[in-house]
């Protein structure tokens, strides 16, 4: 079963940068390379929302409340992908998770990312 390890999460400033990564170690690469693959996140009291997709020849798709100020990317090789968030907001605060845009793999632990006003 495979179950992504996502890291880079912290405490952060409103305007400020974070970039938060994942690899699913578990994952036989060919199998990872065929997949779209997602960020989700989940604020208190919220359910999970997709936020990014990113296929396998890296087109990308955004949430209105983080289009152009996230970028998601991915690295076929190390099975990783991760997200570049820019211009952070305190209503970005939440758990962040990566997966298939289907939510097909285990869900990790998350990386807890925090913007302070």
């Known amino acids: 079963q495979v179950q992504p390890v996502e890291s880079g999460g912290g405490l952060v400033q409103a305007g400020g940068s974070l970039r938060v990564s994942c690899k699913a170690s578990?994952?036989?690469?060919?199998?990872?390379?065929?997949?779209?693959m997602a960020w989700y996140r989940q604020a208190p009291g919220k359910q999970r929302e997709l936020i990014a997709t990113?296929?396998?020849?890296?087109?990308?798709t955004y949430a209105d409340s983080v289009k152009g100020r996230f970028t998601i990317s991915r690295d076929n090789a190390n099975k990783k992908i991760h997200l570049q968030m820019n211009s952070l907001k305190p209503e970005d605060t939440a758990v962040y998770y990566c997966?298939?845009?289907?939510?097909?793999?285990?869900w990790g632990q998350g990386t807890q990312v925090t913007v302070s006003s």
């Open positions: 990113i296929t396998r020849l890296s087109s990308t």
């Open positions: 997966n298939t845009d289907t939510g097909e793999f285990s």
């Open positions: 578990r994952a036989i690469t060919s199998v990872f390379n065929s997949k779209i």
